[in-house]
């Protein structure tokens, strides 16, 4: 029951995170098409390779999804983590790409737009649909409804597909800017404990802090201080 509260707690806090996402989910596709065609078709694969990747490729660190379901810390992670997270993303691929998505949200203190959560809520709404409306055309057993049933289903599947990709090449676009290679400075690994989870409300700003002054550049030198300090006779004067 804590650990639920905790989750939505958590759920709470991502609304009022300050950052956003480096591109949305609607323009994954062209902000890179291949690896968005590269998701579509291959999206275990990809998952694997990006929650590799937001570990920092040190699988010391990882945890069955992220830390952010009852079965993390409880899979032998640390015995053979390459193995088990394998196993999660082909036996848990949704759990996985949305625990991928968690772990740079809460790190970067990044907000999803109210027009992502329409498009990832619109694909829970059509599996769930979908999974009624196969139920009635069990129970029912009319031919019609049943067809119609796996028509829906061929497109809730297809919309699940599409948009799980585009979420996690959004990931990828995300953990460019991260990487240095939209800018000329490359992130550090962050130490473990600023790697935020239910126990650390507000996660630490790390690469998205406030913005750089105009150009890009560093602020210059201050300038200096006025000789001889105001109300005090300047150097040799007389009285």
Request: glycine share 6%; charged share 15%; proline share 10%.
């Amino acid at each position: 029951m804590a650990a639920s509260q905790a989750q939505l707690d958590k759920m709470q806090q991502r609304q009022n995170y300050r950052n956003v996402w480096h591109t949305d989910l609607m323009s994954t596709i062209v902000a890179d098409t291949p690896y968005c065609c590269f998701s579509f078709f291959c999206g275990p694969c990809v998952s694997y390779l990006l929650r590799k990747r937001a570990l920092y490729n040190d699988m010391s660190r990882y945890t069955c999804c992220a830390g952010y379901m009852p079965c993390s810390g409880k899979c032998g992670e640390s015995k053979c983590p390459e193995l088990c997270l394998c196993t999660e993303v082909f036996l848990c691929f949704g759990n996985s790409v949305a625990s991928t998505r968690f772990l740079l949200q809460d790190e970067f203190n990044i907000q999803t737009t109210q027009c992502d959560n329409c498009i990832i809520g619109f694909m829970f709404c059509l599996q769930q649909l979908a999974c009624i409306c196969s139920i009635v055309a069990c129970l029912v057993g009319n031919e019609e409804l049943s067809d119609a049933s796996q028509a829906l289903n061929c497109l809730a599947d297809m919309v699940y597909c599409t948009v799980c990709a585009c979420m996690q090449t959004q990931h990828k676009v995300e953990m460019d800017k991260r990487d240095g290679k939209f800018g000329p400075q490359p992130m550090t690994v962050p130490p473990a404990q600023q790697m935020s989870r239910f126990d650390q409300p507000y996660p630490p700003n790390v690469g998205h802090g406030q913005p750089p002054p105009y150009g890009g550049y560093p602020p210059g030198p201050p300038p200096p201080a006025a000789y001889p300090p105001p109300g005090y006779p300047a150097p040799g004067y007389q009285r």
